[in-house]
């Protein structure tokens, strides 16, 4: 169908407009992509990406972090061991915590247990009953350090690179994605057992950032 009896006479010059304007947009990107110096590519170059990614990953790594923590911190001590499926609540929080240490090291063969490991029990390491709310948020506190200083360290080479774990077959980049959404499935299911057990249901989002 013809534009002009699309829009209307009257809404056809505003369709030029937007078509000029959607134009000059992707003339100046194509610009900055050639490296002119036109105020949009002054602009682009201004970005650093790995450090804007560095930025942003750590700031939802430490709010994931940091729901984790008030899940922690508000369970009432009779449902400490309360169960949520086939485990309790301290072995999910130990669980997600485990993993967030082993995928923040560069490697597997990189990653150093800790006594925390030891204390929880299990045949192999992540398993076991789980550890008190003390040494919970003592482990939680080292993981948001660890956090901060992996993705710091972080450089665009890096985060382009292998994932160093063999079941994660994809780049270093993605698997702090990757473990941040590993860290809110389970917080979601701790939020979810303290919303039905203790009718505790405010206050857990966090947007951005440990607060």
């Known amino acids: 169908m013809d534009s002009a009896l699309t829009y209307g006479h009257s809404g056809w010059d505003s369709y030029q407009q937007l078509l000029a304007a959607d134009g000059r947009e992707r003339s100046e990107w194509r610009s900055a992509e050639a490296g002119r110096s036109t105020p949009r590519a002054r602009r682009v170059r201004a970005v650093d990406m790995p450090d804007y990614l560095q930025t942003i990953l750590t700031a939802q790594f430490e709010a994931a972090l940091c729901m984790l923590d008030r899940c922690v911190r508000r369970c009432p001590d009779e449902h400490w061991q ?32 800790r006594d925390f490991h030891h204390r929880a029990g299990g045949r192999r390491l992540g398993a076991g009953g789980g550890l008190t709310r003390t040494d919970t948020l003592a482990y939680l506190a080292i993981c948001q350090r660890k956090a901060v200083e992996t993705l710091a360290a972080e450089t665009r080479d890096s985060l382009q690179g292998s994932s160093g774990f063999v079941r994660l077959p994809f780049s270093r980049g993605e698997v702090h994605l990757y473990n941040i959404r590993h860290v809110q499935h389970h917080t979601g299911q701790l939020s979810a057992y303290l919303r039905r057990v203790a009718d505790d249901g405010k206050g857990w989002w966090i947007k951005s950032g440990w607060r």
Do not use: K, Q
């Not at 609540?89 to 993993?99: C, E, G, R």
């Open 82 to 113: 309360g169960r949520i499926g086939n485990r309790t609540f301290s072995h999910v929080a130990y669980h997600t915590l485990y993993f967030v240490d082993l995928y923040l090291s560069p490697r597997a063969e990189a990653f150093e247990p």
